[in-house]
């Protein structure tokens, strides 16, 4: 079982940046693959970034590629993604997410692990 809590969120203005951070505790971090998930009001969660259990492949959401970076450290168990030129669009509440099977992906239901979320809100 693993357990994921999101921080770095905030309030900030378009056009600027923010890193959110997931920390993860549980046996055998490494061998999760792990993405990140938003929702806005009203809306689904969507997929924003994957990265798989080596960190070789990060498929990103096309809305955000280019502006997003996914990132994990093994050592410190924690997955990052370092959002810049945000939009208002960007505006949800961000997820953290685990998985063990292989690969990597973009689907809700391919993840098992969920953190809590953290608020993003960008101002226009």
């Known amino acids: 079982q693993v357990q994921l809590v999101e921080s770095g969120g905030g309030l900030v203005q378009a056009g600027g940046s923010l890193r959110l951070s997931c920390a993860a505790s549980g046996r055998n971090i490494e061998a999760y693959a792990m993405g990140w998930f938003r929702q806005a009001p009203g809306k689904e969660r969507e997929f924003v970034a994957a990265?798989?259990?080596?960190?070789?492949?990060?498929p990103y959401a096309d809305s955000v590629k280019g502006r997003f970076t996914i990132s994990r450290d093994y050592g410190e168990n924690t997955l990052e993604l370092l959002m810049n030129s945000l939009k208002s669009e960007d505006t949800a509440i961000y997820y953290c997410?685990?998985?063990?099977?292989?690969?990597?992906?973009?689907?809700?239901?391919?993840?098992?692990?969920w953190g809590q979320g953290t608020q993003v809100t960008v101002s226009s």
């Open positions: 990265i798989d259990r080596n960190g070789a492949y990060t």
């Open positions: 997410a685990a998985s063990l099977m292989s690969g990597v992906g973009t689907e809700k239901s391919w993840y098992a692990h």
